[in-house]
């Protein structure tokens, strides 16, 4: 049974540059795509963005400009770099596996606070 | 991008009771349409995919319909853990877009 752990810094300033980590227990990458989604306080879902296990992207042209995801297949880790990070990007960043076009399971959710 | 429209956006409701919340996309979807349940502090979990399949494990109550730009959750008889919040969800197109949620309370 695939889990998803993730980890990264809380508490950003604006500019700074959102990092988090997702490790796969359980599977591996050859389990179709990979995805971050975020929920602001109080608010609904926004799909990041995903990568496969070769390491093809796609990203939300609302934050592509911003985005990077990439994977390391040694360690079994995928990652979410967000730069130029303002409060509008507070919000629990969750890390998924999309599997039959669905999205299961997820990680237990990460808050990142952006604040001055 | 598909919008995808969820209604109502809360609803009070007793066990017991039959609730049904619907969600419109704004384009055809075929039946690419998945019901997440989430309840507080915790991540989404799928209940329903392809608009009607029952994802393992989750209680017959739950059922899903529609295809195309109108579906449909139902929860036949509503139990006291099922209060939580429902997002639908579209996977014909990227990027992938959730409904705004519908929040469901304990009348």
Redesign the interface.
């Given at each position: 049974q695939v889990q998803l752990q993730q980890w990264g810094a809380g508490l950003l300033k604006p500019s700074e540059t959102l990092s988090l980590t997702c490790a796969v227990y359980g599977g591996s990458f050859s389990d179709l795509y990979w995805?971050w989604i975020r929920q602001p306080p109080g608010k609904?879902?926004?799909?990041i963005g995903e990568i496969n296990h070769s390491g093809s992207t796609?990203?939300?042209?609302?934050l592509k400009s911003r985005v990077t995801i990439s994977l390391d297949t040694s360690k079994n880790h995928f990652s979410l770099k967000l730069n130029s990070v303002t409060a509008a990007d507070t919000a629990v960043y969750?890390c998924?596996r999309?599997h039959?076009?669905?999205?299961?399971?997820?990680?237990?959710?990460t808050l990142v606070t952006v604040s001055s | 991008?598909i919008q995808m429209t969820q209604s109502p956006s809360s609803l009070s409701a007793s066990v017991g009771d039959r609730v049904t919340i619907t969600c419109r996309a704004s384009q055809s979807i075929s039946t690419?349409l998945?019901w997440?349940q989430q309840k507080p502090g915790?991540?989404?979990?799928?209940l329903i995919?392809?608009a009607s399949s029952l994802?393992s494990g989750v209680p017959s109550r739950f059922s899903g319909s529609g295809s195309g730009t109108d579906f449909t959750l139902t929860i036949s008889s509503l139990q006291l853990e099922d209060f939580a919040t429902y997002?639908c969800?579209q996977?014909y197109s990227?990027?992938?877009?959730?409904?705004?949620?519908t929040k469901l309370e304990i009348k």
């Open positions: 995805s609904g879902l926004e799909w796609n990203y939300n042209p609302s969750f998924a999309e039959y076009d669905r999205f299961d399971p997820w990680g237990q959710g | 991008d690419y998945n997440y915790k991540a989404p979990e799928v995919y392809e994802q997002y969800q996977a990227a990027p992938r877009t959730f409904g705004r949620g």
